[in-house]
């Protein structure tokens, strides 16, 4: 006997093996539950119906939230299940930025108070400096983000596997 395809109720995947969707990991019917509703007479009337598509993806490189909690609600969340970091990651580098770019501004405004020569030095030196430390707290921002993209994939995992 064949085995009998099994068409996911949460996202549309179609599959031949496996209790669970391969796609989104949701509880696939039996294949005596779809037989069943196959040859019931009210059968054409639930094929008719439209089936919502499932949400897009979000686009690569960012991180989907999909807790649909707020950010003050993740904030107090005492058991750390909910992640605030990957909402806030883009104002931290905003503030990195900040901070550096003052850096910059203090460095060669002091370099050229104290001696022309030492301002042109500073203006030079923050220049790469700035650039070389804005490089740093960015590769530092991706890397947490992908200890976030690491727990999800991990977590989508172990929910297949169940």
């Known amino acids: ?51 919502a598509p499932p949400p897009p993806p979000p686009p690569p490189g960012s991180y989907a939230d999909i807790t649909g909690k707020g950010f003050w609600s993740k904030f ?43 301002g042109v030095f500073a203006l030079i030196g923050g220049i790469i400096w700035g650039f070389v430390a804005l490089i740093l707290a960015r590769v530092w921002l991706e890397i947490v983000i992908v200890f976030f993209h690491i727990h999800d994939d991990t977590k989508a995992i172990a929910k297949s596997k169940r």
């Open 1 to 51: 006997m064949a085995d009998e395809l099994k068409t996911c109720a949460s996202c549309g995947n179609t599959q031949a093996t496996g209790a669970f969707c391969e796609t989104c990991g949701a509880k696939l019917p039996d294949a005596a539950a779809v037989a069943a509703v196959a040859t019931s007479p009210a059968s054409p009337a639930l094929a008719a119906q439209p089936v």
């Open 76 to 118: 107090f969340d005492f058991s750390f299940n909910d992640f605030i970091t990957p909402s806030v990651i883009k104002v931290l580098f905003i503030l990195f930025m900040v901070v550096i770019g003052l850096g910059f501004i203090g460095g060669v405004v002091s370099g050229f108070m104290l001696n022309p020569a030492l």
